[in-house]
């Protein structure tokens, strides 16, 4: 504990000596941590999302403006006994038109210069979740597709598929890039830590004659490069706060009522705390990089 204590004390001296090079470092870990806490932010809504959308996912079988009640009563049969319908519902073309322009007040104007309604009838499907994990609605989909009166049929599970995994790929590409910042980060805690250990060049070799420990000779550096971690990953939680905060007010409306559980959210408590321990982390390993050539 008495190492422990000493380091902290140093390390925090150490900082406030070399407080112009510091800043330098400090600033490195914070943009690495605002460019990791921005991916995170965006793809934890992102992921909201996706879950509530998944969770009420539905398909829609347009139908052929000149499809028979008799095919409209088949395609409905074939969904009744799938056992893959949570229910469905009738949409005619007045229903459907009728709908556009209440949803969609700004383009209403647009449907009005048509002699003939160009909205087609249709059957929207909500799909039950154990149909969408087994793969029965999938062969649904292709079933009714292949039936007589029907025009189209659009699933939201598969345009839900492209955009996961369009996430992935921008998740691993932003991880890939706050790796290589926090890379450059600690290679900048570590040179500025070995400029605080040139300084103190005198005094280190003097502990060693006296035959201090090793952790009283290196525990201080490593302690101020875990102080600038942590630093800089406070610092770029409340950037990141700020940012989300500036949004919300612009966007938030629009943005929440994307939603359906409500609004944006910020990172969660345990986001948050890997954030700061990750700092610590990056600070720390230059910091320990740095106090090897202290003895």
């Not at 204590?5 to 150490?14: I, K």
Request: proline residues 2%; aromatic residues 8%.
């Amino acid at each position: 504990m008495r190492a422990l204590d000493y380091a902290l004390r140093e390390g925090w001296a150490s900082l406030w000596r070399g407080r112009g090079s510091t800043a330098c470092a400090i600033i490195a870990i914070a943009l690495a941590i605002v460019v990791l806490g921005s991916l995170l932010l965006v793809t934890w809504n992102v992921e909201r999302l996706l879950a509530e959308w998944t969770s009420a996912a539905e398909f829609s079988v347009y139908l052929r403006d000149d499809a028979t009640s008799e095919q409209r009563g088949a395609i409905e049969t074939l969904i009744d006994g799938s056992g893959v319908a949570d229910g469905r519902e009738y949409v005619s073309k007045a229903d459907a038109l009728t709908r556009f322009r209440s949803e969609f007040t700004e383009l209403a104007p647009l449907a009005t210069g048509f002699e003939e309604n160009p909205f087609p009838a249709s059957v929207e499907v909500r799909v039950r979740a154990e149909a969408q994990n087994d793969g029965r609605a999938d062969a649904l989909v292709r079933r009714i597709a292949a039936l007589p009166g029907v025009a189209d049929v659009r699933y939201d599970r598969e345009w839900l598929t492209r955009i996961a995994s369009g996430l992935a790929a921008v998740r691993g590409t932003g991880f890939a890039l706050a790796l290589l910042m926090a890379l450059a980060a600690a290679v900048t805690v570590a040179s500025v830590v070995r400029l605080g250990l040139q300084a103190r060049r005198d005094e280190i070799e003097i502990m060693q004659l006296v035959g201090s420990p090793i952790a009283f000779i290196r525990g201080p550096f490593v302690a101020e490069g875990l102080l600038q971690g942590g630093l800089g990953a406070l610092i770029a939680l409340v950037v990141l706060w700020l940012g989300f905060s500036a949004i919300g007010g612009w966007w938030g409306a629009e943005l929440g009522a994307v939603l359906e559980s409500g609004s944006l959210q910020f990172l969660p408590a345990r986001f948050c705390a890997s954030l700061v321990a990750g700092g610590m982390a990056v600070g720390g390993a230059g910091g320990l990089v740095a106090a090897r050539h202290a003895a």
